[in-house]
């Protein structure tokens, strides 16, 4: 999931979308599958994956089938 230049503004308004699991549907959000993901940039890039602040130069994310058990 991508989200583009959200501002304070937008986060305030749409944290119901994010809680409700339809923050996909707003025109700012592009949502992606895949099983892994490479980013690279010029620029220092920071991520949160889980809550975690990271910050690297060329962060890769691969998805590992069934390592994690996920409670819904």
Not at 51 to 59: C, D, M, S
């Amino acid at each position: 999931m991508i989200v583009e230049d959200f501002t304070r503004f937008d986060v305030l308004t749409n944290i119901g979308r994010l809680y409700r699991g339809t923050i996909a549907e707003h025109p700012k959000v592009k949502t992606f599958q895949a099983q892994t993901i490479e980013l690279n940039t010029e620029e220092e890039v920071l991520i949160d994956p889980d809550g975690q602040l990271v910050v690297r130069l060329q962060p890769r994310f691969q998805i590992l089938l069934k390592k994690i058990p996920v409670i819904f």
